[in-house]
Structure formats: C-alpha cells, structure tokens
C-alpha cells in the first residue's frame, strides 16, 4: 500500500522496497563501473496533459529476466506501473498490454555527465547517450499519452528511490492544535485517503492513492489537493470531522466516533485518479480515524500523564 503523498514526481508514489530495486539495478555493474561511466537503467521523456514519463529497469547479474517501472507524473499526480520483462544493462523490452509497450537499446555518446541522487551530493558518472527503439505509451482513459524512438538515459529516479522520504515529521496526540483523518480500504482495489490540517486556520492538505493489478501490470495512482481551511473542518475531541476537498475529488464525507469503538465515515466523497475516474472513497468496509497531529512541528506534543497513545476511532465506519 501507498504510504501518504508528498510532492514530486518521486515522492507521489512511494514503494516498500526502494532500496532493493535501487541496489538490483547497480548490482549487475562491476565495481571499478562506479569509477567509470554508469549505463543509465532507464529513461525519461514528455508526455501529454503536462506529464512527465519516467522508465527504469533492473535486474538480477547473470540473467535478462528484470522488473521495469513505469512511472507518469505531474507535480499533484502520479501513476506507478510495476510489470516483468527482458532487460540487461543496456535494453529494456517489456509488454504493458492496453497501456503500451518500450523496445529500447541504448546508444552510447562516449561522453559523461554527472547525475545525483535527491539526497546524495556525490555525483556519479553517468553515460549520456540515449534508448533508441520503440517507446509506446497510452494512459487509461485518455489521461496521458507518449509516443518517442529515442529519449535520453536517466539514473536519477531509481538512485533517488534509496532516499529518506524527506524532512517532513510529524507530531501525533496530545495538545497538538492540528489533525490527521485517515482512511483505508482492504480488498479488491485498495485505496487510502488522508485529511490533514496543522491547526484550525491554516490550509487544508489532501492525498488519496489506490493499488490494483490489470492483467500483469501492478499498478499504483496516487492525487494530492490542497485548500483553505474551511475543507477540512474537525473537533479531535468531540470525535467529528467534515472533508469537502478541491478537484480531482468531488463531494462530502463526514466522520463521527461514538461510543467505545463505534466509527460512522459516510457521504459522497470520490475522487478521479489519473487512468481512473470516480472511485468513491466512502465505500462498505472503510476504515476511518481522527487523530491529533501536526506535520513539520517545530516542538513534539507530548501526550499529557496518563493519556495512552491510541488510535481513536479506527473501527470498521458504516
């Protein structure tokens, strides 16, 4: 599942296993390669509707068989495609079905550039030709769209995968003024939703990410939205929350805890991810909470003296 979205187009989607996908794709490289110039694992181009199309692949040594992602991307939007095909240090073949299909070779220039991670001030030497072939991209229903023979090699996305997901903390319980509502869905088609708001007045930040498999495609699309203060309106202590956020999601949702356990999250609250339209986030066998927090505090909010560190309302909502 999808941790909560951050902004950039790698921080949009964020997997459990960066690092091992980071340390496959150099893994097939000899040591004194570090020292000489790096074949770039994938690639990345312009596509339509302002999004960027980024590929990367890995793979184990000694074998073709590899894991390619394909990832579509805006600053508020994002589609992650995970799906197995031939690869090697220097081609790239892989069927996405109805979504396309990427034949590439690469094409060494026999010079260098240096490229870094998001995290990382050493730069690494990597060559700066090109995958030439056939790059074929459709996005679902008509959201983006790529059509290139050749695009120029990148190593930046899949090193920055092995980064922390960056300075952003958070505060949770006690007298914190903010509060996070989350919400989750298990089986079929598994969404997550997140209202978060650091104090009454300040803006109101939304992101919902869904995970589903179409045929041999994994596939992970994550929506972030931010408004003014009254789209997100709670009281932590009285257990209530209203959530009405800009486009891409459309409608209402409102939380309420009752007694004991008891959680109510209903309304008609959807949201229209990229390749996905109208998935609503208020579906049979949500699970909702409303908790105190605050991302970025400048001070923990300790929890007052006998005050247990729970996760109220996280009950089945109805």
């Keep these: ?97 109805a979504v396309g299909k990427i034949d590439v070779d690469f094409v060494s220039s026999g010079k260098t550039r240096k490229e870094r991670s998001d995290c990382n001030s050493k730069p690494l030497a990597i060559d700066s030709g090109h995958y030439s072939g056939t790059i074929e991209f459709n996005g679902e229903q008509g959201y983006s769209e790529a059509h290139a023979s050749a695009a120029r090699g990148d190593a930046k996305f899949i090193l920055s995968l092995v980064c922390p997901e960056g300075p952003d903390s958070e505060g949770i319980g006690g007298h914190s003024p903010g509060a996070l509502l989350s919400v989750h869905h298990q089986g079929g088609a598994s969404f997550e939703f997140q209202a978060r708001k650091n104090s009454p007045l300040r803006p109101a930040r939304f992101n919902a990410s869904i995970d589903e498999h179409r045929g041999k495609l994994a596939i992970t699309r994550g929506v972030e939205a931010e408004a003014g203060p009254a789209a997100f309106d709670y009281d932590v202590s009285a257990g209530t929350a209203t959530v009405s956020p800009p486009a891409p999601f459309d409608g209402e949702a409102i939380f309420h805890r009752g007694r004991g356990k008891s959680v109510s999250w209903h309304g008609d609250l959807n949201v229209d991810f990229p390749g996905r339209a109208d998935v609503s986030l208020t579906s049979a066998g949500s699970h909702a909470s409303l908790v105190r927090a605050v991302q970025n505090p400048s001070h923990p909010f300790d929890l007052p003296r006998g005050e247990e560190r729970s996760d109220p309302g996280s009950s089945g909502a109805r």
């Excluded at 690092?19 to 312009?46: E, M, N, R």
């Design 1 to 97: 599942m999808v941790s909560a979205l951050g902004r950039g187009s790698t921080k949009l989607v964020c997997l459990a296993l960066p690092a091992t996908i980071a340390v496959i794709a150099l893994a097939g490289a000899p040591a004194a390669s570090l020292a000489s110039p790096i074949v770039p694992p994938g690639f990345k181009l312009k596509a339509s509707n302002g999004y960027s199309l980024t590929v990367s692949s890995f793979h184990k040594p000694d074998t073709d068989r590899g894991e390619v992602l394909v990832l579509a991307s805006t600053q508020r939007a994002a589609v992650l495609y995970f799906v197995r095909g031939t690869v090697t240090d220097t081609s790239i073949d892989v069927d996405l079905g």
